[in-house]
């Protein structure tokens, strides 16, 4: 992919977003949304905004670009306004583009983390992915790859998660074996302990859509981590996967949508967990009819009930997801 620069973002702000489905056999009704524009604290010339929350915290970042350099930004909301701009990372080798983004997110015991791309070789596709940590927001540890190959092809598509032990766990699209055209990307994910020591670097699935974002949910057993496939025979459908006792369990396919396309749709899913009610959200298009959709699990992302429409005039996908304390 090639790099994008996009101008100045906005915020949005929405106070309530009333579900389309049903939770615990009951028909929900859509409360009434409410929108408020918040000014954002990026400068001009920013990009590849993303937000995270980890309980009351919510953490902003993007990048900005000056020249041949590119920096890695964060600000946290509060009920004074946001932060003053913090840095994570500035250096001439970012890789940044629309797809594939940077994130900065809040773990339960205070601290932060974050993920970036940085170029590995000549080729627009050769990236590995930085890691890095801090107790303040302010000092940064030195940025490890939790890709350990070497090898001058993708990783990214990253999804940071906290552990239980304290510890990091991450989710990444890697091209390891993946040779020009040739190959399949596959599915990796790395643990980490308290101390940001790396821990392992497993295998979830071998064969993957090239450029779907993913997405990581934690919930009353742990992680589950969606993303869409990739078959054999084109199709492309959405999976999930959950991490118990430090293994992922086989993937599961959350619905047969028989999505069969010949290139990547640079649509992935979202994920999220309370208790043990999981909601999935997606993007489809089998036969060429558009649909953004969403499921829902009782048993911890185990099953998935049908899926309720969400749209399916002009839908463009790009969904995101949330359950609120009442289970919506």
Known sequence: MNKKWIGTFGVLAISWIGAIGTIGGQAQTPAPLKIEVLESPARANSSVPQMTAEGSRVV????????????LKFAERSASGWS????????????????????VRAM?????????????????????????????????TAPIAPNRDKTMTQHGFATLFPMADGGTGVI????????GEEGDMQ???????????????????????????????????????????RSTGEVRDI??????????????????????????PINGPAIAARGKDVAVAWFTAPNDKQQSLIA??????RTFGPPAKVEDVGTLGRMQVALTADGV
């Not at 990796?188 to 302990?193: K, P, T």
């Not at 829902?296 to 992302?301: E, K, V």
């Open 172 to 179: 990444w699209l890697d091209g390891r074996t993946t040779h």
């Open 296 to 301: 829902f699990s009782h048993d911890g992302g």
């Open 60 to 71: 902003l970042s993007w990048v900005e670009r000056e020249g041949t350099k590119s920096t």
């Open 108 to 140: 339960p015991d205070g601290s932060l983390a974050a993920h970036w791309m940085q170029e590995s070789g000549p080729d627009p596709e050769a990236y590995d992915l930085r890691m890095a940590w801090s107790a303040d927001g302010k000092s940064w």
């Open 239 to 264: 999976y999930v996967t959950r991490l118990s006792a430090g293994k992922w369990s086989m993937p599961v396919q959350v619905h047969r949508d028989n999505f069969k396309i010949e290139a990547c």
């Open 187 to 229: 599915l990796r994910a790395a643990m980490f302990d308290k101390a940001h020591k790396p821990l392992s670097d497993s295998l979830i699935d071998s064969r993957v859509c090239e450029c779907c974002p993913t997405s990581v949910a934690v919930g009353a057993d742990g992680p589950i981590a969606a993303y869409r496939n």
């Open 84 to 103: 003053a701009p913090s840095l994570v990372v500035s250096s001439d080798r970012l890789m940044v583009n629309s797809a594939d983004v940077p994130s």
